[in-house]
Antibody, heavy 105, light 112 residues
Framework: RKEVEQDPGPFNVPEGATVAFNCTYSNSASQSFFWYRQDCRKEPKLLMSVYSSGNEDGRFTAQLNRASQYISLLIRDSKLSDSATYLC???????????WGLGTS | DAGVTQSPTHLIKTRGQQVTLRCSPKSGHDTVSWYQQALGQGPQFIFQYYEEEERQRGNFPDRFSGHQFPNYSSELNVNALLLGDSALYLCASSKDRGETQYFGPGTRLLVL
């Protein structure tokens, strides 16, 4: 099992719709979680950190489910400019390494 | 406030050659991490430099080496290039080995 797994998609979403995708992780000791956005042929940019209580930033909501070991990203009222690859990042238990998923398009 | 800069932006090399990529961290940052991103893949962690020492390393062979200078800038060196080394090489900087990383635009390396 990969340390961090994402459904590569693509998710084809009409404007105005809501889309959600998950990212599962294998190390139950993982401490920190992030969503990055990467536009075509550009560098990744931090979208949001994921806290235990969940967090929301405008149309974007991130949640953590420790029991099932996954994080989620919800995008409401999707816009054309949301088209990108969304990368899940998990920080390991004791080694402080950041493990990246392959991304969801 | 200068962001992360990398040079060169593009590079073409042939198998067996050596390459050096450069990165200047964001102002105020002291930690530099290097990643390799192949087409259609997520970034793969190569190593991290802090206080001029390699602090962490991913699953990359010794052909990949690096250096950090007193001004926090960093170099990534790859020896004996293979076709499979063709990728986007990303540099990310942070403060005190923090989790929040800022990426540079990357260097696209093509090995022929």
């Amino acid at each position: 099992r990969k340390e961090v797994e994402q459904d590569p998609g693509p998710f084809n979403v009409p404007e105005g719709a809501t889309v959600a995708f998950n990212c599962t992780y294998s190390n139950s000791a993982s401490q920190s979680f992030f969503w990055y956005r990467q536009d075509c042929r550009k560098e990744p940019k931090l979208l949001m950190s994921v806290y235990s209580s969940g967090n929301e930033d405008g149309r974007f909501t991130a949640q953590l489910n420790r029991a099932s070991q996954y994080i989620s990203l919800l995008i409401r009222d999707s816009k054309l400019s949301d088209s990108a690859t969304y990368l899940c990042v998990v920080k390991g238990g004791n080694n402080r390494k950041l493990i990246w998923g392959l991304g969801t398009s | 406030d200068a962001g992360v800069t990398q040079s060169p932006t593009h590079l073409i090399k042939t198998r067996g050659q050596q390459v050096t990529l450069r990165c200047s961290p964001k102002s105020g940052h002291d930690t530099v991490s290097w990643y390799q991103q192949a087409l259609g893949q997520g970034p793969q962690f190569i190593f991290q430099y802090y206080e001029e020492e390699e602090r962490q390393r991913g699953n990359f062979p010794d052909r990949f080496s690096g250096h950090q200078f007193p001004n926090y800038s960093s170099e990534l060196n790859v020896n004996a290039l293979l076709l499979g080394d063709s990728a986007l090489y990303l540099c990310a900087s942070s403060k005190d080995r923090g989790e929040t990383q800022y990426f540079g635009p990357g260097t696209r390396l093509l090995v022929l």
